[in-house]
């Protein structure tokens, strides 16, 4: 069985940095893309940054310049490294994994989400 782990969360001040981590684990035959979604109170999830397979990446105007995504193939692992927090960055942050399973049928599987809190 194919799962999403995410990891990173906590408590930063305003202005700081913080990283999350998606690590996949279990067998997929192809991933397409890694998405990063966000849902703060009161919002509707918004999708962050993604970055496909081939290593193309885009972002929310929201978090253009201040957001990177990035992955690291052998430890089968994207991140999201978040510079510059605002009090607005608050909300659960959702690893969206694109894939394809073993008879090329798409797939679509997510984290559990992980709380990012930005306060002083």
């Known amino acids: 069985q194919v799962r999403l782990a995410e990891s990173g969360g906590g408590l930063v001040q305003p202005g700081g940095s913080h990283r999350l981590s998606c690590v996949v684990s279990?067998?997929?035959?192809?991933?397409?893309?890694i998405d990063w979604y966000r849902q703060g109170p009161g919002n509707q999830r918004e999708l962050v940054a993604s970055?496909?397979?081939?290593?193309?990446?885009n972002y929310a105007e929201s978090v253009k310049g201040r957001f990177t995504v990035s992955k690291d193939s052998g430890k089968n692992a994207v991140y999201l490294e978040m510079n510059n927090l605002k009090p607005e960055d608050t909300a659960v942050y959702y690893c969206?994994?694109?894939?394809?399973?073993?008879?090329?049928?798409?797939?679509?599987?997510w984290g559990q989400g992980t709380q990012v809190t930005v306060s002083s």
């Open positions: 279990g067998t997929v035959f192809s991933i397409d893309a």
């Open positions: 970055i496909a397979k081939g290593g193309s990446t």
């Open positions: 969206d994994l694109n894939g394809r399973d073993t008879r090329n049928f798409d797939f679509r599987l």
